[in-house]
Structures are given as C-alpha cells and as structure tokens.
C-alpha cells in the first residue's frame, strides 16, 4: 500500500495518526493542505488590530487606546466606537471586535457603575489593565457666553470628579446625563457642533471634543484634584 506524506505546515493542525494517509486519500489530503496554506496566507496577512471602545470620537476612551498603540508603531489598528461597555462585551462575544476596551474606576469618581453592570452580563478575559491622567472641561457653541448656559451635560463619572468645582462655580447649572449611547458625551459634542442643540447647552469631557467638533473652552481642568486618573482594562473573548 502507498502512503502520503504530509507536509508539516499540515501537520500543525493534525493529529499524529495522521501524519501518513493511504495514496487513496491523496485527492482529499492535497484539498487539505491547500486549506492549511490558505489559512497560514490569512493569518499573516491580519495586520489590523479591531479594538473596540466605550466611548466615541475624542473621548477620554479614544485617547486611552491611542495612547496604548502608540507603544507597538508597527501595529495597524482600527477603532471602533461603540459609545458603552455593554456594546463593547457585546461586540466581542458577537465577534465583531479583537480587543475591547473601557474604564471601570478613577480616582475621584471610584467605580464606573455602567461597566460594573456591564462586566455582570457576559464573560471574558482581561489581558491588560492601565490608566491615563484625565482632565475635563467645559465646552459651548462659539457664540455663547457662560451666562447662556443652563445645562451641562456628561457622563456621570465626569460629574463625580467634578462635583465639587461644579457646586462652587456652576451651581445654578443643571447635570444632565443620557441613557444608553447617549451616556457618551461625544454624542451631544456632536449634536452642539452640528447646530442640533442651543446654546444653553455645554459639553464636560475631554478637550478633543472642542476641535472635533467646532466648540470653544469656557473652563478647564474642572476635575477636583489634577492627580485624576482613569483606569481602563483591554479585554478579549474568554477561550473555551
């Protein structure tokens, strides 16, 4: 009888009792082979790294993972913005992202309440944790003054490491925090900047969201202390 020797780029994904084939199985043994290659070509051809993210376009969460890549150049990546911890978990079970990312404490506003929720909901392994120093501030439409602003709006971590700042300088003002993706005030920088909401509103967050969106700073550094900072985790699909 003839047998087939396998090549051993095969056999990486092959038992040992297959290592030698009847020749009858030439024709299925070669198929394979060529599915083995096919995947090895696939595998070094994946150079973007798919991170998904809590928050949107200039968030403190984008400038978490950029400051994260910024240590591997080489790596190509692409994020996603999925605005809250419950779509980030959610993606990574559905596959639809590598890597996910978003806070779950800071210094001055303790544990994130969405992503402790969140984390309660589905499984997956944590594969690096780190923090960044994180400075919020206060943004309006370019023809406002402070005297037309009657809601700031933010997430509610920002306003619990600002409380003390907003009682002392804003305490007229009224805190508004959004349900679901709207929780994300990269959303409502947004809508201010595309002329969606008056003037009577302002953005707390990061001062990103001031360029992107075409908003000028009324005040900065509203944090109550300046060593604040806000740990992140990177997590990926728990391995059966």
Avoid at 28 to 34: G, I, S, V
Avoid at 116 to 123: F, G, I, L, P, T
Avoid at 208 to 232: H, I, V, W
Wanted: include cysteine; charge should be positive; proline fraction near 3%.
């Amino acid at each position: 009888m003839k047998y087939l020797l396998v090549p051993m780029a095969a056999c990486i994904l092959l038992p040992a009792a297959f290592l030698f084939m009847p020749f009858s199985s030439m024709t299925k043994m070669t198929e394979l082979e060529a599915q083995v290659n096919e995947l090895e070509e696939k595998l070094k051809s994946k150079s973007i790294l798919v991170i998904g993210v809590q928050g949107g376009k200039g968030s403190f969460n984008e400038l978490a993972a950029q400051t994260q890549m910024s240590e591997k150049p080489q790596q190509n990546f692409e994020l996603k913005y999925l605005h809250t911890t419950e779509n980030v978990l959610s993606a990574l079970d559905k596959n639809e992202i590598e890597i996910g990312q978003f806070a779950v404490r800071n210094t001055l506003g303790g544990e994130v309440a969405e992503s402790a929720e969140a984390m309660k909901r589905h499984k997956f392994e944590v594969i690096r944790e780190f923090k960044i120093k994180v400075a919020h501030n206060l943004m309006i439409l370019p023809s406002a003054t402070a005297s037309d602003i009657k809601i700031i709006v933010a997430h509610p971590q920002a306003f619990k490491q600002c409380q003390n700042n907003l009682a002392k300088k804003y305490p007229n003002l009224k805190q508004f925090s959004g349900d679901g993706d709207l929780i994300d005030p990269s959303t409502w920088a947004e809508r201010l900047g595309r002329g969606k909401l008056d003037k009577t509103y302002a953005i707390l967050g990061n001062r990103a969201l001031a360029k992107l969106n075409g908003l000028k700073m009324l005040e900065e550094n509203l944090q109550d202390s300046n060593e604040n900072y806000t740990t992140f985790l990177w997590v990926q699909k728990q391995l059966k």
